[in-house]
């Protein structure tokens, strides 16, 4: 009887999948932005910034050829906030960010002006392709980031559109209802483009903001800078935040709308994009 019951246990085991550990990423939190220390084919240890607004993921062209990396001028020019035609050339590498190495696609390009937490110019964005089929937890409040093989369900989580590679989520915003995209590159708390400004009525509100120079991949562009009456986002709800009125550059982006990292930096965010869902606790 004692080896048929140590037989069923032995069973019970075999047949309970055992789940993956978590993943840590090394991480720092520096100015609202969030940074990962990565290794690039093998090479010393860089930091990157993590922006899930970016597809597929970028490197700079200054690393890139310092790295030997093959770089494909078959990418063309591309564009961004800002209105600067940007030359991008199509590469691969292994990337490694704490015990994760994958092979991931980047657009090399020049990173004028970025630079890391450690003040030295940065190698490179991690986007789309780093994070595509994972679920990826950026804990805000305990400077934390980590990969995740499982999730159980809650009623908090909201569905993940995409846009172009970037998630998004339906909100509400001054009683409209629109879609925003997820940007944790974005300076900002709420973004809304001239389309949301009229689809929303608040042309008074941007028309108040004051003006500021914002810049991304392809330059400089203007934008205004003011508040917005409200905007509501699964079960949460700011009143009067602050809101920047602008386009996202020549991009071919289609939501009215973006929460940015200043909107985010108060919750756990979870990306998963296993089951296409968001939560923000």
């Known amino acids: 009887m004692k080896h048929a019951f140590a037989a069923l246990l032995a069973a019970l085991f075999l047949i309970t999948p055992a789940r993956v550990a978590d993943i840590e990423l090394p991480a720092v ?64 590498a292994d990337l490694t960010a704490g015990d994760s190495t994958r092979r991931i696609d980047f657009a090399a390009s020049r990173l004028d002006g970025m630079l890391g937490p450690d003040g030295r110019p940065l190698a490179g964005v991690l986007g789309h392709s780093f994070l595509a089929g994972r679920i990826v937890v950026i804990d805000y409040p305990r400077n934390r980031v980590w990969f995740t093989s499982r999730l159980e369900p809650c009623g908090c989580d909201l569905p993940m559109g995409e846009d172009f ?42 028309e108040a903001g004051r003006p500021r120079t914002s810049y991304g991949y392809a330059g400089a562009q203007t934008v205004h800078v003011g508040t917005a009456p409200d905007v509501i986002v699964g079960k949460i709800r700011r009143d009067n935040p602050s809101a920047v009125y602008g386009a996202f550059g020549t991009s ?13 930096k108060d919750y756990r965010v979870t990306l998963n994009y296993q089951a296409r869902k968001v939560r923000l606790q």
């Open 252 to 264: 071919p982006l289609k939501s009215q709308a973006a929460l940015g990292a200043m909107f985010l």
């Open 165 to 206: 590679n970037i998630p998004t989520v339906p909100v509400t915003v001054a009683g409209r209802r629109m879609t925003a995209l997820i940007d944790s590159g974005g300076m900002y708390e709420l973004l809304i483009t001239p389309s949301g400004v009229r689809a929303a009525g608040l042309q008074a509100y941007a």
């Open 29 to 92: 939190f520096h100015d609202g932005m969030v940074y990962l220390k990565v290794s690039v084919n093998g090479a010393e240890p860089v930091w990157m910034n993590l922006d899930n607004g970016t597809s597929p993921s970028a490197i700079s062209l200054d690393y890139a050829r310092g790295l030997g990396l093959k770089l494909d001028k078959a990418a063309g020019w591309g564009t961004g906030i800002g209105h600067k035609p940007v030359e991008f050339f199509n590469t691969k």
